[in-house]
């Protein structure tokens, strides 16, 4: 039961980046949320787009194995997988905020779920 909220959590957290990357991206909410000004913002809108649709896939991998419930242990082990992974890479790439948003939740969801097999 806790590691399914925590992957609910860590999917709810991402579909919120998703909404950030792809609708809010060149906003002020969007340029605050990511630490850009408007002229970045604007000149990287696409990317931006292009970055929140991968975000998205990685809410339906997710969201499909909860579906699946204990049949979807190695998908949900996949999708977290590729969540800590992205966080570690953009924590040492980009900001090292991304480490505690996305890379350590995802890895407490993970051991919360292995501890329950």
Avoid at 2 to 31: F, K, N, Q, S
Avoid at 61 to 74: D, I
Avoid at 83 to 106: D, F, H, R, S
Wanted: net charge positive; hydrophobic share 60%; proline share 3%.
């Amino acid at each position: 039961m806790i590691a399914t909220v925590l992957i609910a959590a860590v999917g709810l957290v991402h579909v919120y980046i998703v909404v950030l990357e792809m609708l809010l991206w060149d906003t002020p909410r969007g340029r605050k949320a990511f630490g850009t000004t408007a002229e970045f913002s604007a000149r990287t809108k696409t990317l931006a787009a292009n970055q929140g649709l991968y975000n998205g896939f990685l809410v339906a991998g997710l969201a499909w194995g909860l579906w699946l419930g204990a049949a979807g242990l190695p998908i949900k082990v996949f999708f977290l997988g590729c969540i800590i992974v992205a966080g570690l890479y953009g924590a040492a790439t980009a900001n090292v905020k991304i480490l505690y948003i996305q890379a350590v939740p995802a890895g407490l969801a993970l051991l919360a779920l292995m501890l329950a097999v």
